[in-house]
């Protein structure tokens, strides 16, 4: 069996390609039915968001199953023809597959490097997978083990804890002023969406109230209600901005509207507390001569770009260490996916050595005819602790030299040395094997699907996703 992804994302493919592909969720559970009618796809998982829809699939032929997969995303969209599709797409086998899943579930190959949104997508997909039986096996263990890495690369590194855009750095530079932010009042002069989104994360992380004033004084009760805040008329937000922690300001005006004097009133009136202004219009809005008075914080698009870069270059930094303990993650899953190629073999050789020794059982019993059921059990116990004994070697050397290079090897010596694949009893072991697989997954399903219902979603958010 082979994992293999095909799939496109923000840097392959516009955003008008990756919007025909979208399945919705109404829709996924006949999607992921139609990926399996595939002879070729064993199992399969859709992963979409807003910046990429990939398929991730267990097939038995890496090529037959790039053909599936490819097949089965033009088919997403009538519109769509392969021609307009392969260009931008990617494919991936192996261990490249592993690496990408790792990367994308740690955020490592989001537009926004760090983001939390993709962790809880991939648990999504995952779900969805589940939900429908489309994954077995070998999906169910790599998902698991890429929320696992995600959840190692967060707790192990500081990849995610500053700020990446500029409207969630002012809240980073409010913290810096007030520390906590419960309580605080904050004075949105203006409409612009920058300051808009700069507003919402500051609520997020717990501004009590909302001031909001424009020139239109409809759109200024508009925007109140939006944020749950109070408009105030356009000509007398100055008088009011002593009731404001934070004022932030996004209009079109071309000249200043906040003076120095203006705020050294303000402060004046709250009794020297800080007050915090930002200014994120071009050209400014708020005098720099602000920056001269006591207790009052000015930072304007510059400054926040600034700030931004630099927690660009802190998760560039830090990133470097997430790419190594997802590469060494890998190794973990490449070690458990080889101990697969063993199993058929050593399912194999348990039976060929349990029919063996039931054979010989029943000619020895049959001689027995006088003894006791007691004896009976004895001797059986004895034949099975000998097969036992003798087999235990080779089935330690076979898990152990399947992850070596030679594994494939050493595994057809086995079968050919025991005589393992002799017609027709070895499709009943290929059936026995597929069958105790089958068993143990039903359960590790359910009890898997229980699991990612329960790991923690992340409390934050940012402009851009996975």
Not at 23 to 49: C, I, N
Not at 84 to 101: E, F, K, M, N, V
Not at 447 to 452: E, G, R
Request: aromatic share 4%; hydrophobic share 40%.
């Amino acid at each position: 069996m082979h994992i293999i992804t095909v799939g496109l994302s923000h840097k392959t493919a516009p955003v008008e390609l990756r919007e025909l592909l979208a399945v919705p969720d109404s829709r996924m559970g006949e999607a992921l039915k139609r990926l399996m009618t595939y002879s070729s796809v064993k199992e399969g998982m859709l992963l979409q968001t807003c910046n990429r829809v990939e398929v991730y699939a267990v097939v038995d032929q890496v090529e037959s199953g790039f053909s599936a997969v490819q097949e089965f995303l033009v088919d997403s969209h009538l519109s769509l023809s392969a021609e307009q599709l392969l260009p931008h797409l990617y494919w991936y086998s192996g261990d490249r597959t592993i690496a990408h899943l790792f990367r994308v579930t740690a955020s490592l190959d989001s537009m926004v490097v760090g983001e939390p949104q993709i962790l809880g997508q991939v648990k999504d997909a995952f779900r969805s997978a589940l939900t429908h039986n489309t994954s077995g096996v070998i999906l169910n263990k790599l998902v698991q083990k890429a929320i696992s890495v995600a959840k190692r690369v967060r707790s192990e590194t500081r990849i995610a804890e500053n700020a990446v855009s500029v409207s969630y750095a002012a809240v980073e530079l409010a913290k810096k002023v007030f520390g906590d932010l419960s309580a605080r009042t904050v004075m949105l002069v203006g409409a612009g969406e920058m300051a808009k989104l700069a507003a919402k994360h500051l609520i997020n992380h717990g501004v009590r109230q909302v001031l909001l004033t424009t020139r239109d004084p409809v759109r200024a009760r508009t925007m109140a209600n939006r944020f749950q805040g109070s408009p105030i008329p356009f000509e007398e937000f100055r008088s009011e901005m002593a009731k404001a922690d934070i004022v932030i300001c996004s209009t079109g005006a071309s000249h200043y509207l906040i003076s120095a004097e203006d705020v050294q009133r303000a402060v004046r009136e709250r009794m020297n507390r800080p007050i915090f202004l930002i200014d994120v219009s071009v050209p400014r809005n708020i005098d720099p001569a602000v920056r001269e008075v006591d207790n009052a914080f000015l930072f304007d698009i510059d400054d926040l770009e600034m700030h931004v870069e630099q927690n660009r270059e802190e998760r560039r930094a830090e990133s470097v260490k997430a790419e190594a303990i997802a590469q060494e993650e890998v190794a973990v899953i490449q070690k458990w996916l080889q101990t697969l190629v063993a199993t058929p073999t050593i399912v194999a050789l348990r039976k060929r050595a349990e029919d063996i020794k039931q054979a010989e059982l029943d000619k020895a019993l049959g001689r027995l005819s006088t003894l006791s059921d007691q004896d009976r059990e004895t001797i059986e116990g004895l034949a099975s602790s000998i097969v036992n004994k003798l087999i235990h070697g080779s089935v330690v050397t076979l898990k152990s030299v399947a992850q070596s290079s030679n594994g494939a090897i050493y595994i057809d010596a086995a079968r050919r040395f025991y005589d393992l694949d002799s017609g027709e009893e070895a499709s009943e072991e290929d059936d026995q094997l597929s069958s105790s697989i089958v068993a143990s997954e039903t359960v590790k399903s359910a009890s898997d699907q229980k699991n990612v219902q329960h790991v923690d979603e992340p409390k934050f958010s940012h402009e851009a996703k996975g």
